[in-house]
């Protein structure tokens, strides 16, 4: 989707890892765990004994490419910063559609604006106790410390996609950006 494919053309730009098929692994995964990014190797992991629609794929592809690009651009200290790794999720549960409005509603939470916020902390709290060997209320503790500056980083989207044709917009406001770049 446009998404991915702003992400992969910002990652370029930014001398990162260009990704491509071999980048990408199918593999069964333990428990309702979708997908997962291998720092170690700039792998991403997509499993696929939980997703079973191309909606859910374009999401957890989205949420890992994230992770990807955060791990280029700010060399982020996966394993003993639990705040860096904080951060990465508040950005790829906020930026990935994984809290979208039509996501959420699916799921039968109806709502407030609030929600979406409330929505991004939960996951990324969830996903640091899915990979990480801390308490709740550590997990809490560093999404709560680093939440709204990461939660308005919007880099490479210049700010939350809520849809296919706001992903659309991004992608061609990053490629004007770029050519404007290019003319000064
Ligand atoms: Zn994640």
């Given amino acids: 989707g446009p998404y991915a494919q702003l992400l992969l053309d910002a990652m ?3 001398g990162c890892t ?4 071999r980048h990408f692994a199918c593999e069964d995964c333990d428990g309702c765990v979708s997908g997962g990014f291998d720092s170690a190797t700039s792998q991403i992991v997509l499993c696929q004994n939980n997703i079973h629609q191309q909606s859910h794929m374009n999401r957890v592809v989205t949420h890992e490419l994230i992770h990807a690009f955060d791990h280029c651009r700010a060399h982020v200290d996966w394993f ?3 705040k860096h790794l ?3 999720e508040i950005r790829a549960a906020n930026l990935s559609g994984d809290c ?3 996501n959420e509603m699916t799921r039968f939470k109806f709502g407030l604006k609030q929600h979406h916020q409330t929505c991004v902390r ?3 709290i969830r996903s640091i106790l899915a990979v990480r060997k801390v308490s709740k209320e550590t997990a809490e503790k560093a ?3 680093v939440f709204d500056s990461c939660f308005n980083d919007h880099e ?3 700010r939350v996609p809520h849809s296919k044709s706001d992903a659309k917009y991004a992608y061609r406001n990053f490629q004007n950006r770029d050519r404007y770049y290019a003319n000064l």
Avoid: E, T
């Fill in 12 to 14: 370029k730009q930014s």
């Fill in 18 to 21: 260009v990704y491509n098929d």
């Fill in 80 to 82: 003993s910063n639990v």
């Fill in 86 to 88: 904080a951060c990465s």
């Fill in 100 to 102: 979208s409005l039509i």
């Fill in 122 to 124: 939960d996951r990324a």
């Fill in 143 to 145: 999404v709560d410390g």
């Fill in 156 to 158: 490479p989207f210049g």
